[in-house]
């Protein structure tokens, strides 16, 4: 009767913790490096998955040129191939994808994607976030899909059974919108405003998101005890609700805490999340390229 039967996705190495029913959420063992071998258990979930609800699942990556923070970020090389490239190769394993598209609005994003085979949709200029653009491709697409993925192309290592889980997740769960993903929080990241903190409740579902510490210890400092969640980028939403998303007027919390999630909640809308391991090397700066390229020689990976 566990009705977060859910993320199984992934492996082996399930904990053998007794409290596993209320900790079904989580999906284990997945870290950078894994993918491939990962990928193919997660196979069974791709037989299943015909004649569920909300079947039809396109990936989309979003990529613009344009960034005030890293001018044609998507096309900056690492270990000598575009980044892109590398986040499309990644997706390219999930098993969950019918039909996966970068949408840009750039000519040399569009060329560079054609060049290593992707499948390219052109959007507008005048989209003002990822969420915009995937909504502007959906439409843009010659078939319906149910569940819409949206890959952030600046996670070049993201494991493709975390694209499995999410989805996986949504189909689930018929009462959630919008389904995404959390990994343990370091503490020295605890008050970094950038990494987005998470609660959610016993069966998966988002309580709340935010960029303050929760939950907050009395002591005023990180409890080392504590669990907590780190929320990634990657997002899956149901194409329905993808459609009203951009409309929703701005909410007071969305506001306040400048993350558009937020108003999702605030809406009376669930959010399911599924808890993985993973090692974020988001490039956000031409900094963190060097960073993530002596990560992969470490790991060995190319
Ligand atoms: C706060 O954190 C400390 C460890 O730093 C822990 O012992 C304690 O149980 C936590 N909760 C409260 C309410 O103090
Ligand atoms: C993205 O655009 C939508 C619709 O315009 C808006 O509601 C949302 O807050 C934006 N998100 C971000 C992160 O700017």
């Known amino acids: 009767m566990n009705p977060m039967s859910v993320c199984k996705t992934a492996s082996s190495s399930s904990s ?11 999906v284990h063992g997945l870290l950078a490096g894994a993918a491939i071998a990962v990928a193919i258990g997660a196979r069974a979930f791709h037989l299943s998955r015909s004649g ?10 979003p990529a613009r040129f344009a960034s005030s923070r890293f001018q ?45 085979g992707a499948n390219v949709i052109m959007t507008s200029e005048s989209c003002r976030n990822g969420t915009e653009r995937c909504n502007e491709a959906l439409e843009k697409l010659d078939k319906k899909y149910d569940v819409v993925v949206n890959i952030q192309g600046d996670e070049p290592l993201i494991e493709p059974e975390i694209i ?18 959390v990994t343990s929080l370091k503490p020295e990241d605890a008050f970094d405003p950038n990494r987005v903190k998470c609660i959610v409740d016993n069966r998966g579902y988002a309580i709340y998101f935010s960029r303050g510490l929760i939950p907050f210890n009395k002591s005023g400092k990180v409890n080392p005890q504590f ?23 701005p909410t007071p919390l969305q506001l306040e805490e400048d993350l558009e999630q937020l108003k ?6 669930k959010m399911k999340m599924i808890k ?23 790991r060995n990976l190319s």
């Open 72 to 116: 044609g970020k998507p096309l900056v090389h690492i270990l000598g191939k575009p980044m892109i490239q590398r986040t499309w190769e990644r997706a390219k394993l999930a098993s969950s994808l019918d039909y996966l598209v970068v949408a840009t609005d750039d000519e040399r994003i569009a060329e560079c994607c054609r060049g290593f």
């Open 16 to 26: 053998s913790s007794s409290s596993s029913t209320a900790k079904a959420w989580i």
């Open 276 to 298: 993985v391991d993973h090692e974020a090397h988001g490039v956000d700066s031409p900094e963190d390229v060097e960073k993530i390229e002596s990560f992969m020689r470490e």
């Open 264 to 269: 999702v909640l605030e809406n009376g809308y």
């Open 227 to 249: 669990p907590y969640l780190l929320h990634l980028g990657i997002q899956s939403f149901d194409a329905k609700f993808l459609k009203i998303y951009p409309e929703l007027q």
């Open 52 to 61: 569920r609800l909300r079947s039809r699942v396109v990936g989309i990556i």
């Open 164 to 181: 499995d889980g999410i989805v996986k997740a949504l189909q689930a769960a018929p009462d959630a919108v919008f389904s995404s993903a």
